[in-house]
């Protein structure tokens, strides 16, 4: 099973610049994004068994990961322009 996680700041101790590990080491993409003026970060927890869970840690660094996965997450969007209005 996978499922979208999301980490509000309180779960990000004050880090603005971290990596998601998954419990085979490997880097996992995420996405950061504001929500009432909070900040989140945002990913797939993947292959998840029906009655069980998966680890993930959170580690510090210096500089923020960048990803290439094609996936943007918008949260309460709206696009405009002279014929339409779209909220999302």
Known sequence: ??????????????????RIIDMAGGLVPYQ????????KAIFFAEEIPGLGFRQYR???T???PQFSTGIFIFVRQVFRNSAQIIHL
């Open 32 to 39: 950061t994004i504001t929500e009432n003026e909070a900040g």
């Open 62 to 64: 210096q500089n923020p």
């Open 58 to 60: 959170l580690l510090p």
């Open 1 to 18: 099973m996978t499922d979208l996680v999301s980490l509000d700041s309180g779960d990000l101790d004050g880090s603005s610049s971290f």
